[in-house]
Structures are given as C-alpha cells and as structure tokens.
C-alpha cells in the first residue's frame, strides 16, 4: 500500500507540507468506500491481535484546534471491540500530574499485551502549548524532545509498536470549522473561547510542532503528516497506514489448548 505521509526528512516549516487531501485523491466516493473496507479489516485484526496477546500498539494523534482528533477516532475505530481498545485524551494537567515528571501521566495508559492505546493529544503537549505558553522555562521543554525519544524507544524496545499522527488544517479550514461550532447548537459544547486565543497563535505553534516532528521522527516510532483539511481523505490516509502495520504485524487467532477434534460436548 502507497503510504505517501510518512515523514521522511526534515522540514524547514510544516507550513510547507499539503493540507489538502484532494490533491492525493480526485474521487471522494471511491475514497469512502475504500476507507469502509479498511474499517472493517481493522476491526478484524484488531480481534486477532486481542486474542493474541501478543502485541502492542500505541496511536498517538495530535493536531490544532478543530483538527479532527475526535472526529478521526470516532470514524476509524467504528467496529473494534471496545474491550480491546481504550482511548485516552489528554487534558490540562491536574495538580497532582504536575508535580510529577511530564512523563509521569502518560506511561501507565500506554498500551497492554494485545491492546491498542489511542491518545487523543498526547506527551508532545509537553513541547506545544507548553512552549508557545512559557508553561516552564525553555530549558525544560528543549530537553523533553530527547526524553520523549528515549521514552518512546523503551516502549519500542518492550515490544510496542507506535504510530504518530499529525492531522494537518489550513487556518482556512479551522475558521470554517470554528464557525461550524458557532452556528450549529449542537457543536457548541465543542467551541471554547480559549481556542480562538490559541488560533492567533497559530505561527507559534506551527513552529512548534514543527520542532516536535523533526525531532521526534525517529525510525522506531515515526510521524504522519495527513493532509486533512477533506475528512474523508484524513480518515482514508490514516486507515491505510493503520491497516498496512496491522498486516505486517499480522497477528493470528491463537491455536487451540489441545486438539478438539474429538471433543464432544454432551
Ligand atoms: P480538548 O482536546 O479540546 O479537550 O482540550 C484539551 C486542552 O488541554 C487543550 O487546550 C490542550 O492544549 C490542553 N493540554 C493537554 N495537555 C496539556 C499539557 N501537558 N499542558 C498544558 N495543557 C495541556
Ligand atoms: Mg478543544
């Protein structure tokens, strides 16, 4: 499967990378009826893999406000039997978090034998809002890109397989979305005053999560940028490359205890 995403070098702005998933794709129907049959194939690995218990995997999602983490989760895990999937958003840290290494919060939801874990945001907060806000000084946050690769790679050591997305809007696209909010009463719990601070810092952090990518694309555990301005494209790209780890993992339904063949029940 052509997985045309992956990060594969440096960038000297993401700003330079496509928001648009149309330039990838031309037919949209074609695209959601492809993107239905990846769901369905996903949901039955995902079985395997429960059953198995042999593998882990960690799907990290992080984008602007309005960017489709919620929406993404919501289409692409449609079908997973929900006991072997737990989804964890990461919000404000709470007191307790913060008197604790940044670290501290995230590494017992990382995933179990046969589970996927999905952060809705994730560590890299801890290089994002935290630096575009001044949360700690700059020495603290420059240090945590190379914590977060050695945390990773512990996790990629014990067996984990981890697969980063970074789901990529134009500013365009977050004002149509934000309007959305606005106009629709039922998307008004998702509007929040704070994001529209946030949006005026939008040069900010995209040179944040710039950093963030470059220097946490390692070979081990490496970012996705989706292009994802069109939802129906985002949730297509991100199912293939989900799909297309699954297959190499290729995990199977374990063998029976002992042969069955002459077990009778009566
Ligand atoms: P939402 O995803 O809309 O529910 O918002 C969660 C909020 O929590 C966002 O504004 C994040 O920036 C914020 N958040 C998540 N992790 C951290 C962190 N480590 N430090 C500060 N704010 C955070
Ligand atoms: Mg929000």
Request: proline fraction near 6%; glycine fraction near 4%.
């Amino acid at each position: 499967m052509d997985l045309p995403h992956r990060l594969t070098s440096e960038v000297a702005s993401i700003t330079e990378l496509p928001t648009e998933g149309k330039r990838f794709h031309d037919n949209r129907d074609a695209a959601e009826d492809e993107f239905r049959e990846l769901r369905d194939e996903l949901a039955s690995w995902q079985r395997k893999l429960y059953a198995a218990g042999q593998h882990r995997v960690l799907i990290l999602f992080q984008a602007m406000d309005a960017g489709g983490k919620d929406g993404t989760i919501r289409k692409v895990f449609r079908g997973v039997n929900p006991q072997g999937v737990r989804i964890h958003p990461f919000k404000q840290p709470s007191k307790v978090e913060l008197a604790h290494d940044f670290l501290w919060r995230v590494h017992p939801v990382v995933p179990a034998d046969g589970m996927i874990s999905v952060f809705n945001r994730s560590h890299y907060e801890d290089v994002l809002v935290v630096r575009v806000d001044d949360l700690v000084p700059e020495a603290v946050w420059r240090r945590r890109y190379d914590q977060i690769n050695q945390f990773e790679k512990l996790l990629v050591e014990s067996g984990t397989t981890i697969l980063k997305f970074y789901l990529h809007i134009s500013p365009q696209e977050q004002r149509e979305r934000f309007q959305d909010r606005i106009d629709d009463p039922e998307k008004h719990w998702k509007f929040s005053f704070e994001d529209l601070e946030k949006r005026k810092q939008w040069d900010s952090y995209m040179e944040a999560y710039t950093d963030a990518l470059n220097r946490c694309n390692t070979s081990f555990a490496p970012w996705y940028v989706i292009p994802a301005d069109q939802k129906w494209y985002r949730n297509l790209a991100v199912a293939r490359v989900l799909v297309s780890h699954l297959r190499e993992l290729n995990p199977a339904f374990p063998p029976a205890e002992r042969d069955l063949s002459h077990v009778e029940i009566k």
